[in-house]
């Protein structure tokens, strides 16, 4: 459930907009130069020095911009981290309760469907059984996890999670330490 990176495409387009307003300043930084090498330094104009702030204040904005993409790539990538490690810890979690309750495979297919906000017939549909089966499923999930439905499956997961943080669990669990020891499994 990891978001995708941001789109190459529109990484590339503002390189490449950045690029071509480098290109411009150089043509321009260039054109100034040619146009106090002909007019000579003494006969400097305010043509010619509004030119040159024009010319300097693009340099700037490309920097700016650079720095700014540079700034946003690196948070994306921390955000797809922070989102992956989170998304494991929900994983392990979620295993240690289906252990806990001794859920068969199928089961575990469908409680993660269900958790995942999946209803009976995408459940069935993905699992390619019948809506029958899956309602069996669910019945033995409740009954082994100790919950009436839906909602008090989710709200014992949830309360989990806010017992520890995801992205603690998921450290914990990849060998690295935590702040805070696992809650215990219901």
Do not use: C
Not at 51 to 60: F, G
């Amino acid at each position: 459930m990891t978001p995708p990176p941001a789109k190459p495409t529109q990484v590339t387009a503002l390189a490449a907009l950045i690029a071509v307003q480098a290109a411009s300043a150089a043509f321009f930084a260039a054109d100034w130069l040619a146009d106090m090498a002909a007019v000579g330094r003494l006969a400097a104009t305010w043509h010619l020095a509004i030119e040159l702030l024009a010319t300097l204040s693009l340099v700037v904005a490309i920097a700016v911009e650079a720095r700014v993409l540079a700034r946003l790539l690196r948070r994306e990538a921390h955000m797809i981290r922070s989102l992956s490690a989170a998304a494991r810890g929900l994983h392990d979690l979620m295993e240690e309760h289906f252990a806990a309750w001794r859920l068969t495979p199928a089961e575990q297919d469908v409680a993660t469907f269900l958790i995942k906000g999946a209803d009976i017939a995408e459940i069935a549909r993905l699992r390619g059984s019948a809506e029958g089966t899956v309602k069996a499923h669910l019945n033995a999930i409740y009954r082994k996890a100790g919950v009436s439905g839906r909602p008090a499956l989710v709200s014992l997961l949830l309360e989990d999670l806010m017992a520890e943080p995801l992205i603690a669990r998921a450290q914990r669990t990849e060998g690295r330490p935590a702040q805070e020891q696992a809650s215990p499994l219901h």
